[in-house]
């Protein structure tokens, strides 16, 4: 059998560990051939191939990106797009297809299942917030990057008496947020889930002032001020997908509660940072297990699914169920932090 691959969306750590593990048992079990597509779907799409076996595989498991590039090309925005891809696997003789992406690569996965092209998934995703799966590799090291930076910002906000707001990544979801936040020790944890009032967190922000302590804000990028406060957040360009691009929550919030309270405020971005580099060891366990799990799929030919962490199970769910609904942060789990604020 001969399995393209490919990897989409936004870059993760962990998807070089994946790619290894599919190719090796791919190889060493099965006796597969495999073909790596660059840059997301346009690989397939505009028959971009690169090779792909053992030896390009070699020596990457800690490396952070994808060897074989990202991109968030929308095949089904393309004229013929699905056609193409169709036509493009054809002609590279391809019998399967392991994409390895978030809630749009996945999404046009589960499309082109339906349509009759045999893929399994690989759900990534530094956000988290991808449903049927406990965990996607990428946000343990997000996480861990975002803990470290507020660690850091703790001592120098002290010295200063300052204010400091870290915006984080989580367009939809504030995983990355309330996990760091609360490893952290954030005095206010801001998610798109719960809009804020900005009159509570400058209450905030002087509560924690009067401990003699100053406030660190973690606040997701997608987080948005209750309807009225007139702080506008969006840029209004949007990708392939239809998102918008998102950033400045962070220095919004700053200049506001410097306003509001007086306090001298400062944000920092964490942004690419939080993707970048290599993984941590416990996504290299669970990108390496997806991978095992996603090719032991392709070779039951059982097509239409992805891999996914049920407590330490790697089990296969239908596409759907990955990227039919986004897995969101609870009111009650959103409470679990709130018990720190101030
Ligand atoms: O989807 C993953 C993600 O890292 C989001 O958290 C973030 O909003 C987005 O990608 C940023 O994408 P880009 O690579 O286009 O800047």
Redesign the pocket.
Known sequence: MRVGVLTG??DCPGLNAVIRAVVRKGVKEHGFEFVGFRDGWKGPLEGITMPLGIAECRGILPRGGTILGSS?TNPFKVDDGVQRIKDNLAVEGVDALVAIG?EDTLGVATKLADLGVNVVGVPK???NDLSGTDFTFGFDTAVNIATEAIDRLHTTAESHHRVLVVEV???HAGWIALHSGIAGGASIVLIPEQPFDIDEVCALVKKRFESSFAPILVVS?GAVPKDGSGMTLQSGEV?AFGHVR?GGIGDRLAKEIEQRTGAESRAVVLG?VQ?GGTPTAFDRWLATRFGLGAIGAVADGDFGVMVALRGKDIVRVPLIEGTGELKVVSPEEYAEAQVFFG
């Open positions: 969306g936004g968030r978030g995703t530094i956000d990544m989580g367009r990028e990708d998102l690419h993707r």
